[in-house]
């Protein structure tokens, strides 16, 4: 169904909305309001318990390949995975990684879920993606139920989510590189994965480990599951299609969303070209969406200086968590 055919024919003025130029905007159509979907609290907390379940299994793992003076140990990875449902008390070492990750990762969809309840956009609760994956999950999301009807709501909506996440993230990620060390053997070519590190670690690592390699700082799980939040930002965050990043340039310039939006997926491929092919697929994404049909926002009043003022922080935020290589193999010329 087309935003045209959603929307009825009859249309209200929006309030205090003329702008300085004296320029009328243009009218917002009237929005029916039919019986809202149930948001199905039962399977938001289902999921949740399943990917915290996830979580600890790739917790106990980070928490092993800590003990070992290892980033990570795929080998402990898949005995972790067996122990959910062979003994699931073992899984206790991961309880650190898990609780620090999965609340960074519902404090970023919260942000987006009270956002959208301050604008009276329809959404569901935070749904978790449990994943038999080195981190245990594939992240989290909601679903908005109703159309994002104005600049402003747009970039709340769009900002609140990654800006909340990183909040959150700063003590998790203070807590556990205090507590990591040294380990140059995790760069070495018998490691099997090695982990990249953002400009924000690598600002901690300088102060707390200065003159060492960052890359040979094995982080404590705690660290690890902040290493996690920053990267779901830093994706989250690039200005492109759907993503949160996008909305907050589409919030400030709808031309420069559209030029940007090419942009973006091209650098991607060029950065998958050069470091990692994960890159490959992100831009395959982006270039996917951008064949979606993104719904109107009718209400085209700009943003105003706080908002602005708080993208500009959201590009700092992104800047710090960005990595163009977020894992490689050690015996890579990398």
């Not at 200005?239 to 400030?252: E, F, K």
């Amino acid at each position: 169904m087309s935003n045209e055919d959603r929307f009825p024919p009859e249309a209200v003025q929006v309030a205090d909305a003329t702008p300085a130029n004296g320029e009328i905007p243009a009218a917002i159509p009237a929005w029916p309001h039919p019986k809202p979907k149930p948001r199905r609290l039962w399977l938001a907390l289902l999921l949740f318990l399943v990917t915290f379940l996830t979580c600890l299994a790739a917790g106990r793992q980070f928490a092993i390949s800590f003990s070992h003076g290892q980033a990570a140990s795929f080998d402990e990875f898949f005995v972790s995975l067996k122990l959910l449902y062979k003994n699931p008390a073992a899984l206790a070492p991961g309880f650190p990684f898990a609780l620090a990750l999965m609340t960074i990762l519902l404090a970023h969809e919260l942000g987006h879920y009270f956002a959208c309840k301050r604008h009276g956009i329809r959404a569901t609760y935070p749904y978790f993606i449990p994943a038999p994956t080195l981190i245990g999950t594939l992240g989290a999301f909601i679903l908005m139920r109703s159309p994002i009807r104005s600049r402003r709501a747009l970039f709340d909506v769009g900002a609140s989510g990654p800006l909340v996440g990183f909040v959150v993230a700063i003590p998790v990620l203070l807590y556990g590189v205090a507590h990591s060390h040294a380990a140059p053997q995790i760069v070495s070519r018998d490691a099997a994965v090695a982990f990249g590190v953002p400009l924000a670690i690598r600002l901690l690592d300088g102060l707390l480990f200065p003159g060492i390699n960052p890359a040979a700082i094995l982080l404590h799980p705690v660290a690890r599951a902040a290493w996690v939040g920053l990267f779901a930002t830093s994706l989250n965050l690039l200005p492109a299609g759907q993503l949160d990043g996008g909305h907050i340039l589409r919030s400030l310039s709808p031309r420069l969303h559209r030029w940007v939006g090419w942009l973006v997926p091209l650098m991607l491929i060029v950065l998958g070209y050069l470091y990692a092919g994960v890159w490959m697929m992100w831009a395959a994404i982006l270039l996917a969406l951008r064949f979606l049909r993104i719904p109107t926002v009718y209400d085209q009043r700009p943003l105003d200086s706080w908002r602005v003022a708080l993208a500009a922080v959201a590009l700092l935020v992104m800047i710090l968590c960005f990595m163009p290589v977020p894992l490689w193999e050690p015996g890579d010329s990398r």
